[in-house]
């Protein structure tokens, strides 16, 4: 496609089934998009997402020549790949392809006015139209793959990551930030729902992580810059201890970088006694016979837990999320300890036991009389310690009762929430956070190992709150992505960068202090020095182009002539003229 | 393992290793793409038309309110475009032997009757399609057609037409009528094209209208719940319908083959062979030793049931198309037959011949055969008849002699037979209309002596009987009652004790049984004499009219194959089929009684020959046809074949077995809900608007039967004040599921959200006993869900529900664990959420796959913690609701991982094998 050919654009407009029609009358769209400048063939059809919707498009490029595509249907964050293959498959360059937005934008927010709707669909089709004469062929480029994955974290997650790619005959680089590899994991004694310490499970994997061939572990140690793009990333490792870095080139990463407990400072009188502890500090007791209190070493008589410490507390910020794990946790922990005390009271908000078989875990915690009380979120319990002795009291939310109790040992499931570097992490590996303060992933239903920096995975308690068994699917879930990424060989990256006139550039640095990725430079051997764009690592924000006193930088695809060419087809429809009919 | 020649279906042999993921649903689609990713081959094989599992069905997921469909259809098309993935729907695994890199599997493809690469999905089958079911998809709250499509973002986007095997009535129907679909096209109203299929089969749908036996209703599946569909009175409104209407199309003769036909008889048979040569287009020529055509339905049957005049037009109808009749000419040799240039013959001579009692006095005046007497009084002679008549036997022919009998002016008619009323062979309505009309039957006894009076009958000894041991007809023989003799007085007899064949020169060319009847091959009629064919009561014996029909149809076919020189017998195997059932959930089966046909008041019928019947009006056969169960589903009507312009359709398509070979095998079986039928204090399936959790996805979704309209079942209201249960099926070990259902909770709050949604004026309350929001954003969305959109949780369980008949609003009765009472609540729409079990294939599936179950029925898996989504079988692994209760991201994400746990060992098999893995460049463009 040449500038100089004339454009023949189609335009295809979605009756999404009921979603949009019911609303928009699309036939009366399409008929009258038939009327736009350049406009050669326009229709209406139920599903243009679906496979007969697909061979329509490629059907009609065929039939008409087209050479511009417009489909009116949904979000283009849905379906803009789908068709940018479509044209693609019909011949034409992916970034010919122009999408309108008639259900978030016009049916399902005017549902009650289907005139005015009509209207505006019409308004957006036209402004469509007008860009898709404008838009231009972009190359799509692709890049080589560096054959080696990045693992960050050496916890469970980690080590099974790591395990799977070099298995699967990849080189692997496993940084750990401790001396030594395990995570949690290693320090609990027992895990549930299996009778089996944390040190069996991740045992096995470490020893087989140490002899692996493909495998190179740096512990003690950090990732401090990460640097590239998809299938090229420069690693920059530094060791805690001597400072020492190393550069790797790695062409996926994994961050499976886990959590904290909680350190449940300020709630239930954490700090005030030696036997007020964390679950986790629980699981790391080491084993004994006896349950023995560690403020005098005698064997306790009763237990207690209490649930959601530092979880499910609505309004406060990274407290707010469930930590999933905790509930079948304590259940397990109450079940097994009943056996070696007289009593063992757990105060919850609600059981959450979901997983396989933990609900029998906590049937089986009631039948040896473990005492669950829930109390009411609002009106949290009471602890106290006194010469050294605690004291709960609470609301029984069935008995509607005050209840109180005097346990010898006091333990608060506290909530997973995100190490103290996450921040840190999150800024390294362009990972964005949600309210729990873990990563977010590219698409919390169908994409939950992928994020939005392409390349980059996610897995385990990184992501969110989980226990070992989930984790461990995750991490062999993100081995999947990374392998597929290194089994490609090359990848394709984002066309739609900046563009630098080095004519009209007066290489004032600008947009080197405007970049937040890090694509801008200068180029030193053009006469004069000018700004240069790294596109691998151009996300195509536009920041630069913005910040620009010279109006040098222009943004592929989203050039100023295409934009204010909408803003004319919309102020001034009535210079548009009709085209062809259809 | 068999040894036959493995067959693979069409598909390439792939040239990287391959995997097998059993199930695409959202799991084993994203196993299919990480395995496919890595360059090596995937078969994904899915049991139903569509891959898309329960995600396709849902309207909005949790928690983030995305429509399902919207963020699945990508990935439903990359599946299908994905240059590694051999999609394999409507598919299943039958059987997996083999090991770890060798597994050697077979697959059964089930026909859908439409070419997969020939369909464009454009949906004109449908359109035709006169056959609606509940739709599956909308959990039975739509329909959808015969030939369909599951949803509109389908994957593959082809059509599938639904056929369960053979109609019970078709096939007892000796001549094939295509039963199901005739009826189908009455109940849409479609006449014309309704006749065209009963004339198909036969040439009489107006003449086998009235007189058939109608096997076909005796094995109706309706009549195991009320009463048999009246199948026979229905081909009879259409031949009805068809001469009222006077559109008869003008029949012309088509004669367009050389080879000429002799048909000897032109009775049903011979009539009925006749017209299936003439439509394939052989010159045929019947000779007939009477005047008239027809056989004994002219001659036999009386004209109150038969009128004249229909089979008579029928009859013309078979000479437009070409057939040649030659009246009063008894053919006595073969050798004129093909001296005159007949390239094949069918005798169809019939058994006319009345039996005689064989007891002395049977000469005298006063008394008939029944044959000689119908005929006689057919042909309009005037037959003698006294006040006082009696007629020995119990079939068709006694009950028509005793009726005429009565319409020449008896005054008492007595039927005489030896078995009783349970045994009588004559069809029932016949026997209830001649005992209206005021026939007397005397049950029970057999007559021993006629008493003549200077040649004239005056009376009848008979003998009482009993019913003895069975004998070979497997009815009781009966045996007289010693010294029960006792006398009736009469003036006329009538002997219908049955027919013969009579001796005629033409039957002493081919071998013959020793009763007399010609001896043909069973499956091709032919006779001992090459080219030579029997059928009809020549070859039965004295039987049914539409048994002659059937073996003059199966004649046809014979004649046609000997002709072309085709093997007479090749997939004719007479093979037995097992009728298909219906589909009928009895609980909800509404009983309708069949239309009685109207008939002539008794009054005026007694001393008329007009017709008794009187026929169904179009409303009376639009409801009748309306009855009929669709026991097949697809009733091959085949007006989608004519509607499709690709050819796509194929009816007699068969299930193929494919056989294929695989390093690595994924289960992705799914779950269903939990039946929350089994709870029947919560009133589901007897209370309209009680209703299930998916069955609520599909009202509030765009694409489902209301098109997003939350409306309640029973009146179609908008729901006021809605209920949510939670925990129906999970967490309970008196119904057999101790777990969790771990999706419940969250989809029940976002059902919530989405009520408020659709419905704002609306009260939402969710009663739970422990609300479980445990995953990323879960927690959040709960609590948004009490503050944002109001809902109203109640910790409780609820204890029964019932229903106000008139309104249909429900009445909750709830133990409210936060307060000290229980209460009663009102709701007008209540929605259960069931919990997950296994889907129903697993446990056959596992044990081919030699894999174990949890005591829950979900697959098992190695190890719960470190090895998570394998098996027990190295290189079988498991993910999504395959292995318990999952939620979306935790099934793709397990699909992910069961996909590199697959992977590792493909990549095993091509270091080992040396092969370099060609990786495809296929990659969805990344988005900024």
């Known amino acids: 496609m040449t500038e100089s050919e004339e454009p023949r654009i189609g335009v295809f407009v979605c009756h999404c089934g009921h979603n949009i029609a019911g609303t928009v009358d699309v036939e009366r769209v399409a008929k009258v998009a038939a009327t736009f400048p350049h406009v050669v063939f326009s229709t209406d059809e139920m599903f243009m997402c679906s496979d007969s919707g697909q061979q329509l498009i490629r059907d009609k490029i065929k039939e008409h020549g087209l050479n511009r595509v417009v489909v009116a249907s949904c979000s283009p964050r849905m379906h803009e790949p789908t068709f940018r293959r479509v044209v693609e498959e019909g011949g034409l360059n992916r970034y010919l392809y122009e999408q309108v937005n008639l259900r978030e934008h016009v049916s399902w927010c005017h549902m009650h006015e289907p005139e005015a709707a009509t209207e505006k669909a019409i308004d957006l089709v036209r402004m469509s139209v007008a860009r898709a004469a404008r838009l231009e062929s972009i190359p799509v480029k692709t890049v080589q793959v560096t054959p080696r994955a990045l693992v960050v974290g050496g916890g469970i997650a980690g080590l099974r990551a790591a395990l799977d790619i070099a298995d699967r005959g990849f080189e692997v680089v496993l940084v750990e930030k401790r001396p030594q590899l395990g995570g949690h994991v290693i320090h609990w004694t027992h895990m549930f729902p299996a009778d089996r310490s944390g040190r069996e499970v991740v045992s096995p994997m470490i020893d087989e992580v140490m002899d692996h061939d493909l495998i190179t572990v740096y512990t003690d140690s950090k990732v401090t810059a990460l640097d590239g793009y998809i299938g090229n990333f420069d690693i920059t490792i530094k060791s805690n201890k001597t400072g020492e870095e190393h550069k790797v080139k790695v062409g996926a990463v994994i961050v499976a970088t886990g959590f904290e407990p909680f350190k449940p400072i300020g709630y239930y009188a954490y700090e005030d006694s030696p036997d007020i502890m964390t679950l986790a500090e629980l699981q790391e007791m080491p084993p004994s016979d006896e349950l023995l209190r560690p403020s005098d070493g005698k064997p306790a008589k009763k237990l207690a837990f209490i649930g959601c410490v530092g979880s499910r507390e609505p309004g406060v910020k990274g407290h707010e999320h469930c930590s999933r794990y905790c509930c079948s946790a304590v259940a397990k922990a109450a079940s097994d300890l009943k056996d070696r005390v007289d009593e063992v009271v757990v105060l919850y908000q609600d059981v959450r036991t979901y997983g396989r078989g933990h609900e029998e875990i906590h049937r089986l915690a009631r039948e040896k009389r473990v005492i669950f009380s829930k109390y009411n979120p609002d009106e949290r319990p009471e602890v106290w310690v006194k010469r050294g002795k605690i004291t709960m ?110 004519d009209v550039c007066s290489s004032c640095h600008t947009c080197i202090t405007a970049c937040p990725y890090g694509a801008m430079s200068i180029d030193e051997s053009h006469d004069p020095p000018v700004a240069h764009v790294t596109e691998a690592k151009c996300h195509g924000c536009g920041t630069c182009a913005a910040g620009c006193p010279s109006g040098a930088i222009t943004m592929l695809h989203s050039t100023d002539d295409q934009i204010l060419s909408m803003v004319e087809a919309l102020l001034m429809p009535a210079q548009m003229s009709g085209g062809e009919a259809r | 393992m068999t040894v036959k020649e493995a067959s693979t279906g069409g598909l390439e042999q792939p040239e990287t290793p391959s995997a097998l993921v059993i199930g695409g649903g959202v799991a084993g689609m994203q196993a299919a793409l990480d395995i496919a990713n890595q360059g090596y081959h995937v078969y994904l094989v899915e049991k139903s038309p569509s891959i898309g599992g329960h995600m396709a069905m849902l309207d909005k997921t949790f928690p983030t309110l995305d429509c399902s469909a919207c963020i699945l259809t990508p990935r439903l098309s990359e599946v299908a475009h994905h240059p590694n993935i051999d999609l394999l729907t409507y598919s299943e695994v039958k059987r997996v032997a083999g090991k770890v890199g060798k597994f050697h599997v077979e697959i059964v493809r089930r026909a859908r009757y439409i070419d997969e690469d020939a369909c464009s999905g454009c949906g004109e089958c449908e359109k035709v399609c006169p056959v609606e079911v509940p739709s599956e998809f909308d959990e039975g709250l739509g329909f959808r057609k015969a030939t369909y499509m599951p949803f509109p973002q389908a994957t593959p986007h082809v059509y599938t037409i639904d056929k369960r095997g053979h109609a019970a009535c078709r096939l007892a129907c000796p001549t094939g009528v295509n039963t199901q679909a005739f009826i189908r096209l009455i109940q849409v109203g479609d006449f014309k094209r309704a006749l065209d299929i009963v004339r198909d089969a036969m040439p009489f749908p107006g003449t086998l209208g009235r007189v058939c036996v109608h096997w076909c209703e005796g094995d109706c599946r309706r009549g195991n719940y009320d009463e048999s569909v009246s199948i026979r009175n229905l081909h009879r409104f259409l031949a009805d319908w068809e001469r009222e209407k ?213 009376g009848l000894q008979c003998i009482r009987m009993k019913l003895g041991k069975k004998d070979l007809s497997g009815r009781r023989r009966p045996v007289p009652i010693p010294d029960s003799e006792f006398t009736v007085a009469l003036d006329t007899l009538i002997v219908a004790i049955g027919q013969k064949v009579p001796s005629l020169k033409l039957l002493e060319h081919v071998a013959r049984t020793e009763w007399g009847t010609v001896v043909v091959d069973p499956l091709t009629l032919q006779t001992s004499v090459s080219g030579v064919f029997a059928g009809g009561d020549v070859v039965l014996g004295p039987s049914t009219a539409v048994k002659a029909v059937g073996h003059g149809k199966e004649a046809a076919i014979s004649i046609d194959r000997y002709l072309r020189g085709e093997d007479l017998a090749e997939g004719r195997n007479g093979q037995l089929y097992r009728p298909a059932e219906p589909d009928v959930d009895e609980a909800t089966f509404e009983p309708q009684k069949r239309h009685v046909m109207p008939k002539a008041r008794i009054a005026e019928r007694k001393r008329s020959f007009e017709e008794v019947e009187l026929g169904f009006s179009e409303e009376e056969a639009i409801e009748e046809a309306g009855r009929c169960l669709g026991c097949t589903v697809c009733c091959e009507c085949k007006l989608c074949v004519d509607a499709c312009d690709r050819q796509a359709i194929n009816h007699d398509m068969k299930d193929e077995e494919i056989e294929l070979d695989v390093g690595a095998i994924v289960v992705a079986t799914g779950y269903k809900i939990f039946d929350v039928s089994e709870y029947g204090r919560l009133g589901y399936g007897k209370y309209p608007n009680v209703i299930n959790a998916l069955e609520f996805e599909r009202l509030i979704n765009a694409s489902g039967p209301t098109r997003g309209h939350l409306i309640r079942p029973s009146d179609g209201k908008e729901p006021r004040n809605i209920a949510f249960i939670q925990c129906v099926g999970a967490r309970d070990t008196q119904k057999g599921v101790p777990d969790c259902g771990r999706i419940c909770c969250m989809y029940g709050i976002k059902n919530a959200v989405m009520a408020r949604e659709h419905n704002p004026e609306a009260q939402v309350t969710v009663y739970y006993a422990d609300i479980r929001a445990f995953g990323k954003g879960f927690e959040e969305f709960y609590q948004m869900a009490k503050t944002r959109f109001g809902i109203n949780f109640v910790r409780g369980r609820v204890g029964e529900v019932w229903e106000a008949p008139d309104s249909h609003d429900l009445s909750l009765f709830v133990e409210q664990t936060e307060r000290d009472q229980p209460m009663m609540v009102s709701h007008d729409l209540v929605v259960l959420s069931p919990g997950v079990v296994p889907s129903p294939d697993t446990a056959r599936l596992a044990e081919e796959l030699g894999i174990e179950l949890g005591q829950d029925g979900f697959v098992a898996v190695k190890d719960e913690i470190a090895a998570p989504v394998d098996t027990g079988v190295p290189g079988i692994f498991v993910c999504g609701c395959a292995s318990g209760p999952k939620d979306i991201p935790d099934s793709v994400t397990a699909g992910s991982a069961a996909a590199m746990h697959a992977t590792l060992v493909l990549s095993q098999i091509a270091s080992e094998s040396g092969q370099p893995v060609e990786v495809v460049r296929h990659q969805k463009t990344t988005s900024a």
């Not at chain 1, 729990?436 to 969110?464: W, Y």
């Not at chain 2, 027809?294 to 013309?316: C, Q």
């Not at chain 2, 390239?343 to 000469?363: M, N, Q, V, Y």
């Open chain 2, 246 to 458: 006077g559109e008869t199309e003008e029949v012309t003769a088509e004669i367009t083959k050389k080879d000429k036909v002799a048909i000897v008889g032109a009775g049903p048979a011979g009539i009925a062979c006749a017209y299936h040569l003439a439509r394939m287009g052989y010159p045929v020529t019947v000779f007939e030793k009477r005047s008239e055509p027809g056989g004994l339905m002219r001659y036999a049957i009386p004209e109150y049931r038969l009128p004249r005049d229909i089979l008579r037009e029928e009859i013309e109808r078979v000479e437009k198309m070409g057939v040649e009749f030659v009246f009063n000419t008894e053919v006595e040799s073969l050798d004129w037959l093909k001296e005159q240039g007949f390239k094949a013959i069918f005798i169809s001579t019939g058994a006319s011949e009345s039996r005689k009692l064989g007891i002395p006095g049977e000469d005298a005046k006063g008394v008939y055969h029944a044959i000689d007497f119908l005929d006689a009084v057919a042909r309009g002679e005037k037959v003698k008849i006294g006040k006082r008549v009696g007629v020995i036997g119990g079939g068709d022919a006694a009950i028509d002699s005793a009726r005429v009998a009565l319409r020449l002016g008896a005054e008492e008619v007595t039927l005489i037979y030896r078995r009783s009323q349970v045994e009588l062979p004559a069809i029932p309505s016949e026997v209830e209309d001649a005992r209206q009309e005021g026939v007397r039957f005397m049950m029970m006894t057999a007559p021993t002596k006629l008493i003549t009076q200077k040649g004239e009958l005056k």
């Open chain 1, 393 to 502: 009291r609470w609301r029984d939310v069935l008995a509607d009762d005050l209840l109180e109790f005097k346990p010898d040992i006091l333990v608060l499931a506290s909530a997973m929430v995100p190490p103290e570097d996450v921040e840190e992490i999150a800024k390294i590996f362009s990972l964005t956070r949600s309210s729990d303060g873990f990563f977010n992933p590219e698409h919390i239903k169908l994409a939950p190992l992928t994020t939005h920096t392409a390349g980059i995975m996610i897995a385990g308690v990184a992501q969110a709150a989980k226990n070992a068994s989930e984790t461990v699917v995750d991490a062999s879930g993100a081995a999947a992505k990374a392998a597929a990424l290194l089994a490609r060989g090359e990848v394709e990256i984002e066309s739609t960068v900046a563009s630098v006139n080095p």
